[in-house]
């Protein structure tokens, strides 16, 4: 059902944009002022140009907040939200977001979704249309341009999703838990899919997730939060070489040793809040210590 | 058997054959709790006093070629589609105003809702005081009955949009105007449909009872046809006094048919400009 393949012939005619976004003393209170409730607390980070990064931290830690700050849904409470060193106050097209659940509008088609950002922006025609068709032929679903979101299997629409985004050349792409609730196996496509379309883009990404596997395999910087209130615990670079495949990932010491990493922070982080996957992880840190103990011999 | 057996094929679809033997078998048991009372001397009770199909459908075939009858539909449809036109074309946008402005919900839908309970048929008889013409009372009678269901109906939907459609809208540059037409109405148009059809049923009971008490409107005719200008809720209520029971037995039929193609029309419209709510 997903075609993991993808045709160069629809890059876009424009230059993708790239931007870099910074997150300085970011803080967010819901709540009365006598009884404030802390769900982001003095965040600061930068998402890097043209890198994708990864934020990673246990579900309901306040990710979703976060990007709502970023794409100015929201307002911080306090500190600032800079796109290239501006700060940023309203939405708009240069910080698009691609929702964990289909955001996709069910009365367009996946054509009239993806030229919807463009003909608000007052583009039409046949510029227009070729673009459209173009960027839908890079996910994969030209021959589903007709059809209506509730026609596509959760797969397609997140891809429908992704070019309805793409097509608007944003500076900075933000995708919240994108793939949450797709089968395992399109999970797995969508993974390598999207890895494909980043490394094609050159474009800046910032991914939020809670799973390990997924982070490693696409990050090039991992940000790993803190649970509810969410803090930035560490960041840790992912220097795994370029194009990736999940089959290369997955067996790769180096990637391995990464999540060891990441894990064993999450794991403290995940015990706070008695979140799923402590015995996961747990077993994970545990037969890698003993198959990487310093002194075992093979 | 055998007919029976065929009938599918024979009409086409399994659904059809389904509708029309399960009519058909209604109709035998009506039959024969009706005539069970001339058979045995003992007379049923309810369904015992009530006309057989059969002498319902002779007088009814009487009435084919009778203008009254016609006439009885073609007023009250008219009537209908004259109050629940004028309940969509001013609840629509009423909603909607109640929906998307702070200030308008909180000055007017209090007041929408203290008038909301009260009972289209309540407002009868200050209906007949306020218009001039009978014809107006039942006409904003039948309006009322439509407009608070559109109406809640419309507030309701277009409350409950998911905030992440407007959020992309306006993150891709979209001006409000582009997000009322392209995403908040489109979101609303499901519930404007339910209303719509919700609202379509309450018309024709409401339309019926008008016509019945304010006894047909300005241009009452001759007894024979059930009245030449009285809509059929006055067809029954002529029927009545005339006592011919099958005449009100026809009437009775003849507002289920009437609503049931209304709903129908409601359904087909609905499926065309909201093509993406169809069961794929």
């Known amino acids: ?298 | 058997m055998f007919a029976l057996a065929q009938l599918p094929t024979m009409l086409g679809t399994r659904a059809t054959a389904r509708a029309i033997i399960a009519i058909t078998l209604a109709a035998v048991f009506w039959e024969i709790g009706s005539r069970f009372g001339d058979w045995t001397g003992a007379r049923l009770p309810f369904i015992g006093v009530v006309p057989p199909p059969s002498r319902v459908l002779l007088v009814w075939y009487n009435l084919i070629g009778d203008y009254g009858y016609w006439q009885s539909w073609y007023l009250s449809f008219l009537r209908v589609l004259g109050g629940f036109g004028a309940a969509m074309v001013l609840g629509i946008p009423f909603g909607m105003a109640l929906a998307l402005n702070r200030t308008f919900y909180q000055t007017a839908f209090p007041t929408f809702e203290v008038l909301r309970p009260i009972p289209p048929l309540a407002w009868v008889p200050a209906a007949i005081l306020f218009w001039p013409t009978q014809e107006l009372s039942i006409a904003f009678i039948t309006f009322l009955g439509a407009f608070y269901t559109i109406v809640i109906n419309v507030v309701g939907g277009a409350r409950s949009i998911d905030a992440r459609y407007i959020q992309s809208a306006n993150a891709m540059g979209a001006s409000r105007w582009t997000v009322f037409r392209r995403v908040v109405l489109p979101s609303t148009l499901p519930s404007i449909i339910v209303g719509a059809s919700v609202g379509m049923g309450v018309t024709w009971e409401v339309v019926v009872a008008a016509e019945m008490i304010s006894g047909g409107g300005s241009s009452m005719g001759s007894g024979t046809g059930g009245g030449t200008g009285g809509g059929l809720g006055f067809f029954i209520w002529n029927s009545y006094t005339g006592g011919s029971y099958e005449q009100i037995i026809v009437g009775m039929i003849s507002i289920g048919i009437a609503g049931y193609i209304s709903s129908s029309a409601i359904r087909a419209l609905g499926d065309r400009i909201a093509p993406w709510l169809k069961p794929r």
């Not at chain 1, 876009?12 to 003393?25: F, H, I, P, Q, Y």
């Not at chain 1, 797969?155 to 793409?166: D, P, S």
Request: with cysteine.
């Open chain 1, 1 to 298: 059902m997903v075609e993991a393949t993808i045709t160069r012939a629809g890059t876009m005619n424009e230059k993708s944009a790239s931007g870099e976004l910074e997150v300085r003393d970011v803080s967010k209170f819901y709540g009365t002022d006598r009884y404030p409730k802390t769900v982001v607390d003095n965040c600061s980070f930068i998402v890097k140009r043209s890198k994708l990064t990864v934020m990673i931290g246990p579900s309901g830690s306040g990710k979703s907040t976060i990007v709502r700050l970023l794409a100015s849904f929201e307002q911080p409470s306090t500190g600032v939200v800079l796109l290239d060193g501006k700060k940023v106050t309203k939405p708009d097209r240069d910080r698009l977001v691609v929702f964990q659940e289909s955001a996709l509008y069910p009365w367009m088609t996946t054509y009239e979704n993806v030229v919807f950002g463009p003909k608000a922006q007052g583009r039409q025609g046949e510029p227009l249309a070729e673009a459209a068709r173009g960027v839908i032929d890079r996910v994969g679903l030209s021959q589903f341009q007709k059809s209506y979101p509730n026609q596509l299997s959760g797969g397609m629409q997140r891809r429908a999703e992704l070019a309805r985004a793409l097509i608007n050349n944003p500076a900075i792409m933000i995708l919240d838990e994108p793939f949450r609730g797709l089968d395992a196996m399109t999970k797995g496509l969508m993974q390598e899919y999207y890895a494909q379309l980043f490394e094609n883009s050159q474009s800046t990404h910032l991914f939020v997730t809670t799973d390990i596997d997924e982070a490693i395999f696409l990050a090039d910087r991992l940000l790993i939060m803190s649970n509810f209130p969410l803090r930035l615990r560490q960041v840790i670079d992912v220097d795994l070489p370029r194009p990736r495949r999940l089959a290369d990932v997955v067996t790769s010491d180096a990637a391995n040793q990464l999540k060891m990493t990441a894990l064993s922070i999450l794991h403290e982080e995940a015990l706070k809040s008695f979140a799923v996957g402590n015995q996961m992880a747990d077993h994970f840190i545990e037969s890698y210590k003993q198959r990487y103990r310093p002194d075992a011999s093979d």
